[in-house]
C-alpha cells in the first residue's frame, strides 16, 4: 500500500541552525514527491518537488530510493520558516495525492 | 485571481444537520478534491473527481457525498453531520490528476458537530 511517513509531529529550532523534516514513502512504482506548507492562517501551497529538483525559500530535497527518503533540509533556518509541512506522494494512475501527518516547524529567534 | 474559493469559512453545526460545503475553481482545472485535516492524522482524502461528471471515492468518504456537474463546481455534502465530523476541510484542484502538477487549495472550511 501506499504510504507517506514522517515521524515528526514537532521540531524546534533556533535561527540559523539546520534544518532536516523527515519523509519515508512506501510505493512499488516510480514515485512522485512533493512538499508542501502551510503557514500560520494561510492556505497550503506547494513548497517544492522532486522532479524538479529546485531550491525554493532555500529549502532542497533529495530523493533517495534505496531510503524510500525525501528528506526536506534547509542549511540556516529563519524565523519566517516556521509552519506546517506536509511531505505527499502522488500515485500514478490512480488520480491521488497521498499526505504524511504533517510536522511543525517552530523557529525560534 | 481567485484560484480555489470555499464557503463558508466557519460553521457550527448540531448533530443531525446536514450541510453542504462549496467549492469552486476558475482555473478551469479538471482534477479537484476534497480533503479533511485533523491533528495526528494530517490531509486524508475524502473524494476526489477527475473531470465533470466522474466522481470517486477516497480514503474516508463515508458520511460525505459529492457532485460535480461543471468543471468548475465540487461541493461536498453532509447528509447527518456527526460529531466525528469536526475538521477542518480543504478543497484542491489541479490541472492535471497525477504526475509533477501542482495541487491548489482553498483556504479552508473550519467545521464544527456539536
Known amino acids: 500500500a501506499q504510504r507517506v511517513t514522517q515521524p515528526e509531529k514537532l521540531l524546534s529550532v533556533f535561527k540559523g541552525a539546520p534544518v532536516e523534516l523527515k519523509c519515508n514513502y512506501s510505493?512499488?512504482?516510480?514515485?512522485?514527491l512533493f512538499w508542501y506548507v502551510q503557514y500560520s492562517r494561510q492556505r497550503l501551497q506547494l513548497l517544492l518537488r522532486h522532479i524538479s529538483r529546485e531550491s525554493i525559500k532555500g529549502f532542497t530535497a533529495d530523493l533517495n530510493k534505496g531510503e524510500t527518503s525525501f528528506h526536506l533540509k534547509k542549511p540556516f533556518a529563519q524565523e519566517e520558516d516556521s509552519a506546517m509541512y506536509y511531505c505527499?506522494?502522488?500515485?500514478?494512475?490512480?488520480?491521488?495525492?497521498?499526505f504524511g501527518t504533517g510536522t511543525r516547524l517552530q523557529v525560534f529567534p | 485571481n481567485a484560484g480555489v474559493t470555499q464557503t463558508p469559512k466557519f460553521q457550527v453545526l448540531k448533530t443531525g444537520q446536514s450541510m453542504t460545503l462549496q467549492c469552486a475553481q476558475d482555473m478551469n482545472h479538471e482534477y479537484m478534491s476534497w480533503y479533511r485535516q485533523d491533528p495526528g492524522m494530517g490531509l486524508r482524502l475524502i473524494h476526489y473527481?477527475?473531470?465533470?461528471?466522474?466522481?470517486d471515492q477516497g480514503e474516508v468518504p463515508n458520511g460525505y457525498n459529492v457532485s460535480r456537474s461543471t468543471t468548475e463546481d465540487f461541493p461536498l455534502r453532509l447528509l447527518s453531520a456527526a460529531p466525528s465530523q469536526t475538521s477542518v476541510y480543504f478543497c484542491?484542484?489541479?490541472?492535471?490528476?497525477?504526475?509533477?502538477?501542482?495541487?491548489?487549495f482553498g483556504q479552508g472550511t473550519r467545521l464544527t458537530v456539536v
Open positions: 505527499a506522494l502522488s500515485v500514478f494512475n490512480t488520480d491521488k495525492l497521498i
Open positions: 510505493y512499488s512504482g516510480s514515485p512522485e
Open positions: 484542491a484542484s489541479s490541472p492535471r490528476a497525477t504526475g509533477s502538477t501542482e495541487a491548489f
Open positions: 473527481s477527475v473531470g465533470a461528471g466522474i466522481t
